[in-house]
């Protein structure tokens, strides 16, 4: 969860050696212009600022789908393989998930 990890990143520059540190956050922005994509960073950054996460660098990655392919054709290829499986051993599989 992203929460837990800008609280984990947060504690961590209350110590003393890692007190200089800065926190970034990276978020992933997909099939939306760069205009929204800034927009949705602001927002990001205003929300941390709220919650008194002060010295926050906020970075607004956009994905197009030739950036994000590779890993939905594994994730793709190994659903697959898990209904494959449940199939032979006569198990119902769960029902599919919606693309769109």
């Not at 926190?23 to 602001?42: C, H, M, P, Q, Y």
């Not at 010295?55 to 898990?82: H, K, Q, S």
């Amino acid at each position: 969860d992203g929460g837990f990890l800008i609280l984990l990143s947060w504690l961590l520059t209350q110590h003393r050696n890692w007190r200089q540190s800065q926190i970034r956050v990276f978020t992933l922005a997909e099939n939306v212009s760069e205009d929204r994509a800034k927009a949705a960073g602001d927002v990001l950054s205003r929300t941390l600022r709220e919650r008194r996460l002060f010295d926050v660098d906020v970075e607004v990655i956009l994905a197009d789908d030739a950036m994000i392919e590779p890993y939905t054709y594994d994730w793709t290829l190994r659903v697959e393989g898990r209904h494959h499986f449940l199939s032979s051993r006569g198990q119902k599989t769960a029902e599919a998930i919606p693309w769109e």
